[in-house]
């Protein structure tokens, strides 16, 4: 069975500061995709990566993919209040579309 | 385009009744949905995969004859949850497999909150 292991689970952090999710596994994933979830909404798509050591730049947010294709990390420049969600990594494997999602981030920042 | 949408967005119902829950491709045709159930604060647990015409695969541990999916067409399918107890409540979320963008990619639903009584 492939996992993902996201951390940290928790995160509350001021405005201005900046923070890395992780997602690691111990399995090959074909892709790679960070969602970001408000309460009471479905995931939204920010990101898909697909090539090992693919570096991708959203705004302030850039998404890595390892050399492996093994894991991921979320990096987000001098965060903002409109950050805070549930950010989700999510992994396709190889034999076919069913997504396996991380345990999820829960971000809070502050003004 | 590649929007996904979800009927009702929240429903209240007593124990032992039956809820239906829709999950429409607005815009493009899925061939295969996803249905996830999520608690508070945590996430997305896969519980069954739909394609159109054909019966569902339902993942380890999820009751098929209380979990009723229909998958009739290539842009509706329906998640019944069948005599609900209040273990039941949770948040659920179907995404679709499909858009012009990109074939493989999944778009995700806004939810629907059920509240079993």
């Known amino acids: 069975t492939q996992l993902l292991e996201q951390s940290p689970q928790f995160l509350s952090i001021q405005e201005g500061e900046n923070l890395t999710v992780y997602c690691n596994s111990s399995?090959?994933?074909?892709?790679l995709q960070w969602y970001r979830q408000e309460p009471g909404e479905g995931p939204v798509l920010l990101v898909t990566?697909?090539?090992?050591?693919e570096v991708k730049k959203l705004k302030r947010l850039t998404f890595q993919f390892g050399d492996a294709r093994k894991d991921s990390s979320l990096h987000i420049t001098a965060a903002q209040p409109g950050d805070t969600g549930l950010y989700l990594c999510?992994?396709?494997?190889?034999?076919?579309?069913?997504?396996?999602f991380g345990k999820g981030t829960t971000l809070s920042v502050s003004s | 385009g590649a929007v996904v949408s979800q009927h009702p967005s929240w429903v209240i119902c007593k124990s032992g009744t039956s809820v239906k829950i829709e999950c429409r491709s607005l815009?493009?045709?899925?061939?295969?949905m996803f249905w996830y159930r999520q608690f508070p604060k945590q996430s997305l647990m896969l519980m069954a995969t739909?394609?159109?015409?054909?019966?569902?695969?339902?993942e380890q541990g999820v009751e098929k004859d209380k979990f009723l999916i229909n998958h009739a067409s290539l842009t509706l399918s329906t998640l019944t949850v069948t005599s609900a107890h209040p273990e039941d409540s949770s948040f659920y979320i179907c995404?679709?497999?499909?858009?012009?963008?990109?074939?493989?990619?999944?778009?995700f639903g806004p939810g629907t909150r059920l509240t079993v009584l």
């Open positions: 999510a992994g396709k494997n190889q034999a076919g579309t069913a997504l396996i």
């Open positions: 399995s090959v994933f074909s892709s």
């Open positions: 815009d493009f045709q899925a061939t295969t």
């Open positions: 990566v697909v090539t090992g050591g």
């Open positions: 739909s394609n159109e015409g054909s019966k569902a695969t339902y």
């Open positions: 995404s679709a497999v499909g858009g012009r963008a990109n074939t493989d990619t999944q778009y």
